[in-house]
């Protein structure tokens, strides 16, 4: 009792920074930003993380219910199109009651549950009705290969169990007139050096059991990072040819909704889903 668990977080929700974020899919982005809250802590530990100076070493300010549902009041009030929680895993309890604080008020917004995709599927089942869009991952397809990269040797089964809940719950990507996300899923697909065949893997079972429908987001940005330097494979950039081997997948198992990151981009600060190439236009 009272002890930290793997995460690291406590009873108090901690937060490293907030605000309108323009760094992510189209339909998440949209045209006003993203009211993206990046909470500390992470369920992984992954040895390539580019947020860790707050996922892995904690650094953020705490925050009661209270201030965090003023600080969804803001983004709301700045005109933000969402309420994206970027890994709000070991904080739910606490942004589930500022969540009903701001929606007593009056104040609603589409809200995005942004994830790694290490989840329980019991956790997801409890975000039925308080999650709207489900921005997961699907990162490996091996134990052998979570195991090495986020110390998380069960990450394929729970992270593909939570894809098929979110699916149950959300379904499609549905987007409103002006092309900003409402409801559904969007899967993102991290090529990582010398796991090309990973995320292809990835995509197959994803057309298996889901079927091409589902809003794939195959992100070419990675880049060696705090303990992936100078370890192999993880410290280098991807390669064309893997870009290609995963693009090629894309086409050949018939996705239709989606994005492809573009080879090459330089990320300019932004987290993700700069410079990416829709795979068809938004409706």
Known sequence: MGCLGYCRAGRTTQIFRYGSHSGEEPPISGTRGSGAIFFSRCTLRCVYCQNYPWSQEGSGETCTVEELAGILDALRAEGCHNWNLVS???????????????????????????????????????????????LTDLRYASSEDAARGSDAAVYVQYARAAVLEMWRQAGPLVVDAAGVAMRGVICRLLILPGLAREACASLEWLA????????????????????????????????????????????????????????????????????????????
């Open 88 to 134: 709000p895993t070991s904080w739910l309890p606490m942004i589930v009651e500022a969540l009903k604080c701001v929606r007593k008020a009056g104040q609603n917004l589409p809200v995005v549950y942004n994830t790694s995709g290490f989840e329980r599927v019991e956790t997801v089942r409890a975000m039925a009705g308080k999650a709207d869009v489900y």
């Open 208 to 283: 298996e059991q889901i079927g091409p429908k589902m809003a794939v987001s195959v992100m070419a940005q990675y880049t060696p990072t705090y303990r992936a330097i100078g370890q192999v494979p993880w410290g280098r950039v991807i390669t064309r040819a893997e870009y290609d081997v995963v693009c090629r997948a894309v086409e050949r198992l018939g996705f239709t909704e989606g994005w492809i990151q573009d080879f090459g981009a330089a990320p300019g600060g932004k987290l993700a889903g700069f410079n990416m190439s829709p795979r068809r236009k938004t409706e």
